[in-house]
């Protein structure tokens, strides 16, 4: 196969080809095995990749989508590549940003001395949707809010990596992450042979690691559950998957019940002490005697239990106000003012609609920006200006004039691309990396992540739920790049 020929960049930073359309270094080995194999070796190899996906149930669900439940995830079998001396420049950006998120999580649910400051204004906080007031003064397990982090990183036109956004509640996809190796292992081994690619299957153990030291005082050997909304949640997949890799019990909320302010499990031999609980479920319907009454999703009692430190959560409750996108406006703020360091990596140029001089600017140009709603995901609640309609850009006008707080936009930033296999060719689409980080005993970070890819031509969004698919992501070993 030919992956260079006839391949265009269109003038985008691309990840494989440099500016003179050569192929960087650390894609070299790839290439040499690629083309190894015929058109139709590698046709073969998609489709293996393809039932590899269906017979492991590897799927996303898309609300609201009248063609069925669940859909396989679309997997692009031409790797991201990183080489090391990258990557590491990564790590020691995500590891200073989740350390200022969490310093201001404690600072904020205690002393606030950023607001007193004047770093941050009150009322951003005191507005955020997820900021829980309830909890101020409360001392979560070894002072860690959020214990996993999925942090979305880009490349503009000019290759530099930029923050996107900080999923701090329940970030999703690490499944996908692993699966991707598992596929590409089995369907073209070949291409791992003296290729020097850092493994990833430690994240599992690495996980549990992490949930376990947050465990109450006193108890050595923790009961660790993860708590799923059920099986019609979008990722119910990756639920499954990952209690099966930690070998602890996928519960639903039925499942548990409190007594005396513990959280048992209902078991075929009776009730069982539960000390962790990875929850997949947002705050406001963990416990319907404390949040929202209509749950059905959550436990009664459980807050009780949380605050007595009977039991602990991950992530911890009230995170969500660091994944408040109008708070994210503030992290390289954060870095500087706990860490006093620049941010290693920026942040997208980013306005906020209830600053007044950037909400003129924002209305003036909406045809020009991104905007996104502050406490949405999965590529809801945005437009993206340039491509779309005026009757769009008056829906989004009426909604940042009637609720500015809820509202920021960015300038659009040209992705870079990655040549990925459609309808028969390779052409370049955008493409992101989310990393995932564990904060526990130490930070740690499987080298990697999991690349999203914008499949639809043109498109910038690279969502599942909006036609996105995803790539294996490929850190290499530091010999391969020095």
Known sequence: MDLIHNYSTDGFFDELLDENHQPRPHYAHFIEKLSHLT???????????????????????????AQGVERIIPFDCIPRIIPHREWKRLEEGLIQRITALNLFLHDVYHDQKI????????????????????????????????????TDLVRDRNGQYLVLEDNGRCPSGVSYMLENRQAMKRVFPEFFSG??????????????????????????DPTVVLLTPGLYNSAYFEHAF??????????????????????????????????????????DFLDPTV????????????IEAYRRGNVSLANSIGTGVADDKVIYYFVPRMIRYYLDQEPIIPNVQTYLAQEPRDYTYILEHLNQLV??????????????????????????????????????????????????????????????????ILYGEKITIVPGGLTRVALPKGSLVVNSSQGGGTKDTWVLHEDTTN
């Open 39 to 65: 058109a139709e070796e590698f046709a073969e190899r998609r489709q293996e990749a393809e039932i590899y996906f269906l017979h492991r149930g590897i799927t996303f669900t898309v609300y609201g989508d």
């Open 115 to 150: 607001i007193r400051d004047g770093v941050i204004p009150r009322h951003y906080i005191e507005s955020a949707r997820h900021f829980r007031r309830e909890f101020i003064g409360f001392n979560v397990p070894r002072d860690i809010y959020i214990h996993i982090c999925g």
């Open 195 to 220: 290729a020097n690619v850092l493994p990833i299957d430690a994240y599992p153990s690495a996980l549990l690691r992490m949930l376990q030291y947050i465990a109450p005082q006193g108890v050595d």
């Open 242 to 283: 990952l209690a099966k890799s930690m070998g602890i019990d996928i519960v639903e909320g039925a499942d548990l019940v409190v007594k005396n302010h513990i959280v048992y499990m209902r078991t075929t031999r009776g009730l069982k002490p539960v000390h962790v609980i990875y929850r997949r479920i947002d705050d």
């Open 291 to 302: 949040f929202r009454k209509d749950s059905l999703l959550g436990v009664p009692g459980l």
């Open 371 to 436: 905007v996104k709603s502050a406490n949405e995901s999965g590529g809801y609640g945005m437009l993206i200006g340039p491509q779309a309609s005026s009757e769009e850009i008056a829906e989004f006008k009426r909604k940042i004039i009637a609720d500015p707080r809820n509202y920021i936009a960015q300038e659009p930033i040209a992705l870079s691309r990655h040549p990925t296999y459609c309808e028969g060719k390779f052409e370049g689409r955008h493409i992101d990396l989310r990393p995932y």
